[in-house]
T-cell receptor, first 114, second 108 residues
Framework: DTGVSQDPRHKITKRGQNVTFRCDPI?????LYWYRQTLGQGPEFLTY????????KSRLLSDRFSAERPKGSFSTLEIQRTEQGDSAMYLC????????????FGPGTRLLVL | AQRVTQPEKLLSVFKGAPVELKCNYS??????LFWYVQYSRQRLQLLLR??SRESIKGFTADLNKGETSFHLKKPFAQEEDSAMYYC??????????FGDGTTLTVKP
């Protein structure tokens, strides 16, 4: 297993367009997390899944953001009607939840909204 | 509410000098603390976690519940330690809160 992978690695889009990112976690991991990171800041929690269930979504996340993990494996994060403020690095992480665990991060998808 | 504060954005030391990266947290429950590191052009990775109480690459960190701190220390810094370091707070529910990071530069 090569670890957590994310696709695409870079995305440039125009304001108002929709974008979708994909995350493939480490295969045996049951938890999957999405974070957003802007310049000079640490990763900011967006949402997470245990298997296919979305357990928590950040209150900072607008309705334009939606995430799915349909079969408890890969996950997608969609941003509708993108805004310039959505420009950021989107990080995915996975873990094997045993009541306190290490998260393994992907390389991230860098989004630029023009 | 959970919060992690890393007061130093930048920290510069000479090779062989001791280094301490500060981390303070606020959380009403039982915290689990982590240090993650990001080397240049690499992904974020775990450096150490308080529950394991181990030393990784010469780094140690002690959880001080009285001072709500989890400072990262190394007695003799090496040039390869230059990186971005993030302190993170985990909860029983699994959600993690990260600090804004400290960029460590170890000069030759």
């Amino acid at each position: 297993d090569t670890g957590v992978s994310q696709d695409p690695r870079h995305k440039i889009t125009k304001r108002g367009q929709n974008v979708t990112f994909r995350c493939d976690p480490i295969s045996e991991h049951n938890r999957l997390y999405w974070y957003r990171q802007t310049l000079g800041q640490g990763p900011e929690f967006l949402t997470y899944f245990q298997n296919e269930a979305q357990l928590e979504k950040s209150r900072l996340l607008s309705d334009r953001f939606s995430a799915e993990r349909p079969k408890g494996s890969f996950s997608t994060l969609e941003i509708q009607r993108t805004e310039q403020g959505d420009s950021a690095m989107y990080l995915c992480a996975s873990s094997l939840w045993t009541g306190g665990e290490t998260q393994y991060f992907g390389p991230g998808t860098r989004l630029l909204v023009l | 509410a959970q919060r992690v504060t890393q007061p130093e954005k930048l920290l510069s030391v000479f090779k062989g000098a001791p280094v301490e990266l500060k981390c303070n947290y606020s959380y009403s429950g039982s915290p689990e603390l982590f240090w993650y590191v990001q080397y240049s052009r690499q992904r974020l990775q775990l450096l150490l976690r308080h529950i394991s109480r181990e030393s990784i690459k010469g780094f140690t960190a002690d959880l001080n519940k009285g001072e709500t701190s989890f400072h990262l220390k190394k007695p003799f810094a090496q040039e390869e330690d230059s990186a971005m370091y993030y302190c993170a707070l985990g909860t029983n529910a699994g959600k993690s809160t990260f600090g804004d990071g400290t960029t460590l530069t170890v000069k030759p």
